[in-house]
T-cell receptor
Framework: DAGVIQSPRHEVTEMGQEVTLRCKPISGHDYLFWYRQTMMRGLELLIYFNNNVPIDDSGMPEDRFSAKMPNASFSTLKIQPSEPRDSAVYFC????????????FGPGTRLTVL | AQSVTQLDSHVSVSEGTPVLLRCNYSSSYSPSLFWYVQHPNKGLQLLLKYTSAATLVKGINGFEAEFKKSETSFHLTKPSAHMSDAAEYFCVVIHSGGGADGLTFGKGTHLIIQP
């Protein structure tokens, strides 16, 4: 398996633009997680899905952020409109069996909002 | 509520000497504990995990950690550091309730290996 795939790897955009980050989890994994990593706040869990259903989105910072998982092999994290403080590395991870199981992380998307 | 404290933001050791990365946790539930490693510009990779079996857990690349309930600690050790160990290390606690509140990452410890 290729592991968790994220695209793009780098994204530079201007304030106010819409940004869409994409993730393909490992095949057969039932859980998918979105994280944000910054120097100031460390690694934060934003939202996670079980069998394509959002289970807990309490980590999503505000309404500008939304996440979807239309099928078992694809998820998106959208920021609209983007702001400079959204600049961070966004990771997607998947887990086979439960939210307490080992998570397999993608390489991340480095987002810079100018 | 639960929390994870990684006591050192940076640790510097010489190649060939022991490594100790400290992690203390608090949890109202029986936790699962993990150590992940992140190399520059990479995603996180699991080093090892404790899930209420043996208290001494062995992981990849010669790392191990010991769960000490009385001390609420889960320190990561390695007998002899290698240059390739230079990375960021994260201690993670997950309680059985799961959810965003049930998963907590430490702030990370940056391990520096001196030649």
């Amino acid at each position: 398996d290729a592991g968790v795939i994220q695209s793009p790897r780098h994204e530079v955009t201007e304030m106010g633009q819409e940004v869409t980050l994409r993730c393909k989890p490992i095949s057969g994994h039932d859980y998918l997680f979105w994280y944000r990593q910054t120097m100031m706040r460390g690694l934060e869990l934003l939202i996670y899905f079980n069998n394509n259903v959002p289970i807990d989105d309490s980590g999503m910072p505000e309404d500008r952020f939304s996440a979807k998982m239309p099928n078992a092999s694809f998820s998106t994290l959208k920021i609209q409109p983007s702001e400079p403080r959204d600049s961070a590395v966004y990771f997607c991870a998947s887990s086979p069996d439960s939210s307490t199981d080992t998570q397999y992380f993608g390489p991340g998307t480095r987002l810079t909002v100018l | 509520a639960q929390s994870v404290t990684q006591l050192d933001s940076h640790v510097s050791v010489s190649e060939g000497t022991p490594v100790l990365l400290r992690c203390n946790y608090s949890s109202s539930y029986s936790p699962s504990l993990f150590w992940y490693v992140q190399h520059p510009n990479k995603g996180l990779q699991l080093l090892l995990k404790y899930t209420s079996a043996a208290t001494l857990v062995k992981g990849i690349n010669g790392f191990e950690a010991e769960f000490k309930k009385s001390e609420t600690s889960f320190h990561l050790t390695k007998p002899s550091a290698h240059m390739s160990d230079a990375a960021e290390y994260f201690c993670v606690v997950i309680h059985s309730g799961g959810g965003a509140d049930g998963l907590t990452f430490g702030k990370g410890t940056h391990l520096i290996i001196q030649p």
